[in-house]
């Protein structure tokens, strides 16, 4: 088919649309990335550009001499990477344990978390539990509400269900106990899916602003994605202890580097660990 002229038009076709597509997701990156390198003369007199006339660093050099921007930076690696564990911790314990027919109470802890799918608490109760548990103005604010999401449960759950049975019985009969079959058998099987849910899990905490915005009132432990949405949000830009170069800090570019380096982790990361996606999130969705 891909020999005759129909065929070939399908796929110059297929190329044509997918080269638009991409050309329109990557663009707007390049304007940001372009514009956090330009002045902000250049930036109101250009509506769009790719090539900066004259590259400027300023930008970068101001919001890398405030130790506003760099504590951001440290808290949000520090809930992404504890918030990742945590959550990857509580998530496969308890799927594990609802994945087997003889767990007493399985169908009863199912349907909470299927309930917790479709209604949620709200946003005032939400906050004050949080606050009837002293969490606010903590790092784990923004850690255990959000520690288990109900759909990354129910298809971890469905992939522990897939695997055989045989191995858990072949190593309870040489004498493993449920704990040792989980550590040793189950989770060296369950890389793929663990390194789809290790990504699902860091990008959201990564991108998490508003948790922060609700229970942090101490601006010393925003995370950079509540200072970049402060600074977006905020017309005169105040952005903590000015280097004593930058008494006018440049207000657009400025805005444009902090958007560029509060995505370029994700943006680095993002296209290695892609290839377990699908991999990860399709070993586990064959059955629920």
């Known amino acids: 088919m891909h020999n005759k002229v129909t065929g070939k038009i399908f796929d110059y076709s297929n190329y044509l649309i997918l080269l638009i597509v991409g050309l329109t997701t990557v663009i707007p990156f390049v304007y940001v990335i372009a514009s956090s390198f330009a002045t902000d003369a250049e930036i109101a007199r250009r509506p769009f550009f790719v090539i900066p006339e004259s590259v400027s660093f300023e930008a970068y050099r101001y919001i890398f001499s405030t130790n506003t921007f760099v504590r951001g930076i440290g808290v949000s690696v520090l809930v992404t990477c504890l918030g990742t564990l945590v959550s990857l911790a509580l998530t496969l314990t308890m799927a594990y344990p609802l994945s087997k027919t003889r767990f007493f109470g399985k169908n009863a802890f199912l349907s909470i978390v299927v309930f917790t799918m479709v209604f949620g608490g709200g946003m005032i109760p939400t906050f004050l539990v949080v606050k009837d548990l002293n969490l606010l103005n903590s790092i784990w604010a923004l850690i255990l509400p959000i520690a288990i999401n109900p759909f990354n449960l129910i298809v971890i759950k469905s992939f522990f269900q897939n695997l055989p049975t045989a191995l858990e019985e072949q190593a309870k009969i040489d004498g493993c106990s449920d704990i040792s079959v989980f550590l040793r058998i189950i989770l060296p099987l369950s890389m793929p899916v663990i390194a789809t849910f290790t990504l699902f899990y860091a990008v959201a905490y990564w991108n998490d602003?508003?948790?922060?915005?609700?229970?942090?009132?101490?601006?010393?432990?925003?995370?950079?994605?509540?200072?970049?949405?402060?600074?977006?949000?905020?017309?005169?830009?105040?952005?903590?202890?000015?280097?004593?170069?930058?008494?006018?800090?440049?207000?657009?570019?400025?805005?444009?580097?902090?958007?560029?380096?509060?995505?370029?982790?994700?943006?680095?990361?993002?296209?290695?660990?892609?290839?377990?996606?699908?991999?990860?999130?399709?070993?586990?969705?064959?059955?629920g």
């Open 209 to 287: 602003y508003f948790n922060a915005l609700l229970y942090i009132r101490d601006s010393a432990k925003w995370p950079i994605q509540l200072l970049l949405q402060q600074l977006l949000m905020v017309a005169n830009v105040s952005f903590g202890e000015m280097s004593s170069d930058f008494i006018n800090p440049p207000e657009e570019s400025l805005k444009m580097a902090v958007v560029v380096v509060a995505s370029l982790p994700i943006m680095i990361f993002y296209p290695f660990l892609q290839k377990h996606f699908a991999k990860g999130v399709m070993l586990g969705s064959v059955k």
